[in-house]
């Protein structure tokens, strides 16, 4: 009885193993700016991945990433090479625009030269600013607009 109940346990076990959650791909996540709370703008799940999801994006993931290279797009040999410089720019950029710092919480997500705005803002033209903003930095491709609008003043 011992024996099958510690192979249940292994089992059990590996599966909490495969259902962990974790950024598999090493995606730059990075959050830009903190003035709105976690209550009303909960922090954006980011690129966190079960095992399972990470086998099942790979090959899209590998065929996106070179497909660039290949047709003359990218000077690197993988799209999401570009990444980890990317996003630290994309922060930069938000800093020294000074527009965001007491009216957002955002975070960005790059992969394969396209970002990601996550988040929340406190009005459409805020978002549409921001994204504007990141369009103009190089090496981007795209930007995915994902902010939500939370009305109200920094302090809520």
Request: some cysteine; aromatic content about 6%.
């Amino acid at each position: 009885m011992a024996l099958v109940l510690a192979a249940l346990s292994l089992l059990a076990g590996t599966a909490r193993a495969e259902d962990a959650r974790r950024n598999v791909f090493d995606d730059p996540f990075l959050q830009l700016t903190t003035a709105i709370p976690p209550s009303a703008c909960p922090v954006p799940p980011g690129p966190l991945l079960t095992d399972a999801e990470a086998k099942a994006q790979s090959h899209g993931r590998i065929e996106r990433g070179t497909s660039c290279f290949q047709s003359g797009r990218c000077r690197l040999p993988n799209a999401y090479l570009y990444d980890k410089e990317i996003i630290p720019r994309v922060r930069q950029a938000v800093a020294a625009d000074g527009r965001f710092d007491a009216t957002t919480s955002v975070w960005a997500l790059g992969q394969r030269r396209w970002v990601w705005l996550q988040g929340c803002v406190r009005t459409a033209d805020e978002a549409a600013a921001l994204e504007a903003l990141v369009r103009q930095i190089d090496d981007v491709e795209n930007v995915v607009n994902e902010l939500k609008i939370v009305p109200g003043s920094p302090a809520n």
